[in-house]
């Protein structure tokens, strides 16, 4: 066995020596060892994003992210593939010399979600490279409603997006707790003590 240390195309020849000493040799099959793109880095960005202990943070009410890969200069790229990590991917062909590329998505759900790219050579070599990505909590209150029982805007939910755990209260107008909650989707039908 040999291990080539750099891309490129090698004739091999192949000697043999009997047991009393008679040569012979062949040459092999060209052997092409094709160069492994090289992922250099990844950049995910959004509207308010961050990074906080290596993890991209987005506000939930901003779910659009664009990645930007960076990739070894001069490579020739076949395939690349971005899984988004919420069941969502993207297939690229490039079909030539590719140094950077870039994709965007919006995520319509606000788990936690790893990012991962994966770029091809004609040849079958790849590189891989993936980040986590996170979202903010966010809350959206309703402004009305009328729980008159004609089905419509009947009862007062909070919509919670990318939290985990929720304690949300109603107070009437003098400060008197009427509804306490820490369930997410629980929904008050805007009674307090039967009435």
């Keep these: 066995s040999h291990c080539y240390t750099s891309p490129g195309e090698y004739f091999v020849k192949l000697f043999a020596e009997s047991n009393t000493g008679c040569p012979d040799s062949t040459w092999l099959d060209t ?12 950049q995910v960005s ?22 930007q890969v960076n990739l070894a200069s001069g490579l020739q790229v076949s395939s690349i593939e971005v899984d988004w990590g919420d069941g969502q991917s993207n ?5 030539g010399a590719v140094s950077t590329f870039s994709a965007t998505h919006t995520y319509v759900d606000f788990d936690p979600a790893q990012i991962c790219v994966r770029v091809e050579t004609d040849l079958g070599c790849s590189d891989e490279i993936c980040t986590a990505v996170s979202f903010t909590p966010f809350v959206e209150t309703p402004n009305v ?5 004609d089905g419509i805007n009947d009862t007062y939910v909070p919509h919670f997006n990318a939290a985990e755990r929720v304690e949300w ?11 306490k909650s ?5 929904e008050w039908d805007g009674t307090t003590n039967g009435r």
Excluded: A, C
Aim: proline content about 8%; overall charge negative.
């Design 169 to 179: 209260t109603v107070f009437n107008r003098w400060g008197k707790v009427v509804f």
């Design 182 to 186: 820490t369930t997410l989707g629980e």
């Design 145 to 149: 409603f009328s729980p008159n029982g």
């Design 31 to 42: 052997i092409v060892v094709g160069q492994s793109p090289v992922i250099t880095s990844i």
């Design 91 to 95: 297939s690229y062909t490039p079909g």
């Design 46 to 67: 959004g509207d308010g994003g961050y990074v906080n202990n290596g993890v991209y943070v987005q506000p939930s009410q901003n779910p659009e992210i664009s990645i």
